[in-house]
């Protein structure tokens, strides 16, 4: 969000500067708000994203690797846990918690996602409904990247409708016993520890279990051939049997709206990361439109240019006010699950469009994975389906304001 005046500032645009660079896209003076620390953390991940993790992008995308190199950097940064204090954990504001994901989104939406299954799903289920004990044991080994942590809700037949979730607990003496299946579920084949949402046979509530995925019977296959994402794992899990002692159970974790505050914290991350993405487009768009020469002079002299470079900015500009609305509401105890959830689906619907005019404005180059555009447009899908797809948030949203509920 460097600051960008009437025209883009010099310093901002070097005519040899690679197209994922940061550009100057505050064009409302957001940046005003931020305080110094916020600031520094801020420009500690842009560095981060500009010289390590936008160029390691893309060949770990085309190969479908994880990019461990990459991720090993990131408690040096001081981000992994978010916004939880104590526990080796940084304790960020609400701002600040946003800042880090999109600037993390605008380097690699896969690095991103690993980012909030890690901080947000994982180790928030730990924070927010666990033991002191969990606490102590799991949340400072998974701030230092000792322990990967995964979190298992999504099954085969229950994704929209996961409150009807099938996987199944029993109690046996000292021990639960899990059954189920689970999908999509990330970072779940390289976790030592996977959050697993499963119905009490006994009483039919959802309960949530810290399982240690070396446990037998827990199996999980990583899910091949995405189009989307496709440097972060997510697996298929099957349960079979898998023994979880009861000291492994999350005790805050008793229906199934417990599970809903956990995601309830982490749906505003989603609309963050959207306009990382969409920062990623613009810039590149920009900086293209600035070099590149045709009819004698650069894309950026002509008038049809310059009127879709300032619509994207229009709806980027948008979307950074949600998004600094979300964090105050947030910071002040405020954030309803439905505002996050309308949040979420604007920032995805406008970073698909921003990027699919940014594109278009490269042209042939646009496909080119080395460009980055066309990588940001497909790794945009996945976060306009996860944690509540644009219909279900719309329909949430519109129960709300109507009263009436479309859906169960």
């Not at 949530?208 to 995925?213: A, P, S």
């Not at 599970?259 to 991350?269: F, K």
Request: with cysteine; glycine share 10%.
């Amino acid at each position: 969000m460097t600051r960008a005046t009437g025209k883009v500032d010099a310093m901002t645009v070097d005519s040899e500067g690679p197209l994922t660079e940061a550009l100057g896209t505050d064009f409302f003076s957001v940046r005003r708000r931020f305080t110094e620390a916020q600031w520094d953390t801020f420009m500690a991940v842009r560095r981060y994203v500009d010289r390590v993790v936008s160029p390691a992008a893309p060949a770990a995308w085309d190969a479908a690797e994880m990019p461990w190199e990459v991720i090993r950097g990131l408690p040096d940064l001081g981000v992994v846990g978010d916004d939880i204090a104590g526990y080796g954990c940084p304790g960020h504001d609400p701002l600040t918690c946003g800042l880090v994901a999109m600037e993390l989104a605008r380097g690699d939406g896969s690095l991103a996602t690993f980012h909030a299954v890690q901080s947000g799903l994982a180790m928030k289920s730990i924070a927010m409904l666990g033991s002191e004990e969990q606490k102590q044991e799991f949340l400072p080994a998974m701030a230092r990247l000792d322990l990967v942590g995964a979190f298992g809700l999504t099954e085969p037949e229950h994704g929209s409708d996961s409150v009807s979730l099938e996987s199944t607990a029993r109690r046996d003496g000292d021990d639960w016993v899990l059954d189920g299946r689970k999908r999509w579920i990330g970072n779940g084949s390289i976790a030592g520890r996977t959050v697993v949402w499963a119905r009490d046979t006994e009483t039919n509530t959802v309960l949530g279990f810290l399982v240690d995925t070396s446990s037998p019977g827990y199996e999980a296959e990583v899910i091949p051939r995405k189009g989307s994402m496709r440097s972060v794992w997510q697996a298929d899990l099957r349960l079979d049997g898998v023994r979880v002692p009861e000291r492994d159970r999350l005790p805050g974790a008793e229906s199934f709206k417990d599970t809903g505050r956990v995601l309830a914290t982490t749906r505003g991350t989603c609309a963050w990361m959207a306009l990382g993405h969409a920062t990623a487009g613009y810039d590149a768009a920009l900086r293209y439109a600035l070099e590149r020469q045709q009819f004698g002079k650069p894309l950026a002299a002509m008038q049809i240019v310059q009127e879709r470079l300032v619509q994207m900015l229009a709806e980027l500009t948008g979307m950074q006010l949600y998004c600094m609305q979300i964090a105050q509401l947030a910071e002040d105890d405020d954030l309803a699950p439905t505002i996050a959830g309308l949040a979420k689906m604007n920032n995805t619907r406008k970073a698909r469009w921003v990027l699919s005019h940014a594109r278009d404005l490269l042209g042939g180059n646009g496909i080119l994975l080395d460009n980055h555009v066309v990588r940001h447009m497909a790794d945009i899908e996945s976060i306009h389906t996860f944690e509540g797809t644009e219909t279900i948030q719309t329909l949430i949203v519109g129960r709300e304001i109507t009263g009436h509920s479309a859906f169960t």
